[in-house]
């Protein structure tokens, strides 16, 4: 099997071409180490950093922006956009601080990237 992917890990955006026989994975047209890490698990586990926004207690906005602190299985995006999406994060809040702790035991946070007032 294989499969052409734009590597996202880096700004050059190679066009890799990641090819599964058996247990053998090889990476081609990669330009840096990043590539091959990121063809080869992108293949066996996806995954991706989100951002978001989660409702917010404030006369200032009505939404407050929020990211993974890593990346997560693309399995469970949809599954933490739906909880971020319910849940209200109280003020004041500052950038950095945890909205949602260890979401599914990843051991990745969902942290404020923007600080409010109270």
Known sequence: MTKELICISCPIGCHLEV??????ISVKNNKCS???IYGREE???PK????????VRSDLMARIPVKTTGAIPKELINSL???L???????PVSGGDIIIR???DTGIDIVSTK???G
């Open 34 to 36: 990043r590539g091959e």
């Open 115 to 117: 600080s409010l007032p």
């Open 19 to 24: 090819t599964k026989n058996g247990d053998d």
């Open 102 to 104: 260890n979401f599914r």
């Open 48 to 55: 991706r950093v989100v951002t978001a926004t989660c409702p």
């Open 81 to 83: 956009l739906e909880e």
């Open 43 to 45: 293949l066996l586990a």
């Open 85 to 91: 999406y319910r849940t209200e994060v109280k003020t």
